[in-house]
């Protein structure tokens, strides 16, 4: 089983993932007596993440985020497609082979008040996943507490308080501590700092930004926030009803979106008027409900460039001269018939 590392080995994608899919079964409005439906929650997700590095993942509520996340931490299990970790497929959840994994991805989430047990000293927190894992013993376990506390900008002092004695930022930070205990080599955020103010969000970015470079971490990053998601990544995928829609730098992607989804979220963004590069588009529409996914380009209904052949015809997620990734007719320059806007 042993392989000795070769360049090609060194290169590889610390997290490779491909076309990956997970539908649910739900009922259609109208409660018990509603007719079954097929949701397809992530339908058909491609992307690598790199070791050291962060793919930020971004679109609106109910876009399939989360999901991904929970596919790649191989808690959910997809209905297609596959993911692989370290060259591995990831396990399914629960045996032992996942558990070892998942010493090496861990997860940070938008509420650590509900990450952390409330009856027990922050120190005992940061040091429990080195007991479940059995590594070290009592000295040793106190002190690698203790450096990661340092660490992530707490002092020892900290080690004898409870949750309820911090605030969302002090709580979130012991969040990192634990997760960071395990040595993992790829983190996975969601939301982890929406719930958080804003004057503490850039101190927690600042300090991710720190323990990526640190610990040569890798982040799947998932946020709302279009300006910290460019702030942290190194590159951005938009997804859109379950599937990505353009993906590239962030820098080339949130100055000059290609897809008109990424120009609609990047036109809401709060800036100054007077900053303003382009008018601000207004979406047509609610987005769609995902068990009754439009036909051809899932966003036509609300895109102020659908021409007809957007409407039948389901664009690929391919590149663009510049080299980010578009699943676009019109940004290809591959638009036909009649525009459908009004
Ligand atoms: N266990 C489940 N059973 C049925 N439907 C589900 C389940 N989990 C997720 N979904 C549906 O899958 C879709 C994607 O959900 P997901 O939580 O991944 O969205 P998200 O992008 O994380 O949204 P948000 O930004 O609100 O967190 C939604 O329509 C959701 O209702
Ligand atoms: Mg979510």
Redesign the pocket.
Known sequence: MTETPTAAATDRALLEVRDLR?S???RRAGGLFGRPAT?H??DGVSFDLRPGRTLGLV????????????LVLGV?SPTGGRVEFEGQPVPAPGTAAWRALRRRMQMVFQDPLGALDRRISVGHQVMEPLAIHGIAAGAARRSRALELLDAVGLGASFFQRYPHELSGGQRQRIVLARALILEPSLLVC??PISALDVSIQAQVINLLLDLQARFDLAYLF?S?DLKVVRQISHEVAV?YL?RIVEQGDPDRLLVDPAHPYTQALVSAIPVAAAARRRPRLILKGDPP???DRPGGCAFHPRCPAATARCAIDTPRLKPLPDGRLVACHVAHGEAEGPRLAA
């Open positions: 997970r649910f079964q739900v949701l929650a992530v679109g609106e509520s109910g876009c399939g985020k989360t999901t991904t996340a929970r959910l969601d939301e998932i709302h997804m379950g409900n995902p068990v």
